[in-house]
């Protein structure tokens, strides 16, 4: 692309919409063959080809862009070949957004085959899965943590199987879908070094002033995951406020608007909020590069928020995806990633990374705190969670025990997400000496690990976790005893299941039967798994005690859904109430 003419920016300019997949393998772009005509090609992992035609799209909006438009749009185009173009593979949008990782158009509800097994009442509901999804082809860089988000929902009613999948509509899709091209700029990947960002942040700031957006109503993507607290369904995403949205009687996916808690929340909160079964309440934060650098907050049953507690012990800007409590903690970790403008200005390299002199620590905080004095930090070298597991006290509230993945190499989480491995360890720190001990609890490379939510906060025996191979991509699924590594230290797996050559999954969710006294891993595991080799997605249900996580439930979908990030399952009576 960094040889494109200036005839064929000022073109794209104006039709930068997004050319959506429809096979396995290819994504088609726009080449050019002369200054002023062009080629439609796909490209692959394999090359490049012409293909006949284009495939279907959804109509570019009809409004003309303005003389203002298109004068910024030149520049970014501009900016985009010239002085920062995708030079890495890891923001080449060519190589991000090949396979399955291409965007796919909305579909509207439709009826899906069960070709397996059939679906209990108990499973009557919605699983819905969030991920990336760029509404335009990205003109320059792009990381796979920019698309916008989609929701991706199979809705189950007595037995039958409805999908449907939707962009939340949130402010930043609402205005560049009027507008029809990109007008706020990517966060992981439009500012790397620092001329590339002056020269970004020169022209965002002209669209400003242009009044083209207005940062105030938000500039997230709510690509990241799902959580139902306070009475409502939210879309999240750390760099903003929650999205409400729904799942309508028919299936359709309704996004009801962005929301403050009347008022009382501002700028972001984070994607991970955690849920006490029993208490229903939220326990969250926001994080962001300014004073306080982290804040903690919690939303009662009613949906109504507590104020903020500022935690100004934490010196400069972290990257705080996930937490963790137990019935009365709070646990945050302050890992090796956060902000670096030394590196930024010096090298060029991108404003978040790796602080290889930082040491690790372990946060924990009273969950119904007023203010940040009772904070504790403990020093665990080493350590850098993204996410979180669950976390409980033992030896009558003395000990903490947390269970989360550690991210080997964490240097390469944003650039080389192939070369991490995720070791999932025990963490206990001892309350009354400061003493912090930790061991593996196995050495497969997972993540995405969920538990039964109604054992969120309390001990808990069994985790279900994605298998990297190599990260982002994910082969297959296991299940932990994180009760054997207690008096054996061996590998906790105790039963898996790998989707085959070609097969990729997505997150597991676990679902319990509907019986109070089942055991904790009486239930199910679902999730998505897409065959690269034929083009096909399945939505699979398997049981959760077998030894070989059998699969009970095979729907066939009726297209793909992209490789993504978290979901959530909710069942009917909980649909019926937002």
Known sequence: MDALSSTFLSTLSQHPKSLLSFNNNNYYYYSPNTSSSFTLKAFSIGGEEPIPSPPKR?????????????????????????????RKSCVDPKYVLSNNFAPVDELPPT????????????????????????????????HLFDGDGMLHSIKISQGKATFCS????????????????????????????????????????????????????????????LALFGGKLFALGESDLPYAVKIALDGDIITLGRHNFNGKL???????????????????????????FLTYFRVDPNGIKTADVPIFSIKRPTLFHDIAITKKYAIFSDIQIGMNPIKFILTGGSLVGMNSRKISRLGV????????????????????????????EEDGGDTIVLVAPNILSVEHTLERMDMIHGCVEKVKINLNSGVVSRHPISTRNLDFGVINPTYVGKKNKYVYAAIGYPPPKLSGIVKLDVSIAEVDRRDCIVACRIFGEGCFCGE??????????????DGYVMLYVHNEKTGELN???????????????????????????????VRESDLNKL
Not at 70 to 86: A, E, Q, R, S, W
Not at 125 to 141: C, E, L, S, T
Request: net charge negative; hydrophobic share 35%.
């Open 58 to 86: 959804q109509p570019i909006s009809s409004r003309k862009p303005s003389f203002p438009s298109n004068i910024f749009n030149t520049f970014d185009d501009f900016v985009n070949t010239y002085i920062d173009p995708p």
């Open 111 to 142: 009826e899906c085959k069960v070709v397996e097994g059939s679906l209990p009442s108990c499973l009557d509901g919605a699983y819905i899965r969030n991920g990336p999804n760029p509404q335009y082809f990205p003109r320059g860089p792009y």
């Open 166 to 225: 939707r962009f939340v509509k949130t402010y930043k899709y609402n205005i560049e879908n009027e507008a029809g091209f990109q007008i706020i700029p990517n966060v992981f990947s439009d500012f790397n070094g620092l001329l590339p960002s002056v020269t970004r942040g020169a022209i965002t700031l002209a669209r400003l002033i242009a009044g083209q957006f207005n940062p105030a109503n938000g500039v997230g993507l709510a690509n990241t995951s």
């Open 266 to 292: 501002v700028r972001s909160m984070t994607a991970h909020p955690k849920i006490d079964p029993e208490t229903n309440e939220a326990f969250a934060y926001r994080y962001g590069p300014f004073p306080p």
């Open 365 to 392: 905080i009273p969950r119904y705190a007023k203010d940040e004095s009772e904070m504790r930090w403990f020093d665990v070298p080493g350590f850098n969670n993204l996410h979180a597991i669950n976390a409980w």
């Open 508 to 521: 597991p969710f676990f679902v319990a039967k509907n019986n109070l006294e089942a055991e904790e891993d």
């Open 539 to 569: 939505f699979l249900v398997m049981d959760a005690t077998s030894p070989n996580l059998d699969i009970v439930v095979d729907v066939k979908l009726p297209r793909r859904v992209p490789y993504g990030f978290h979901g959530i399952f």
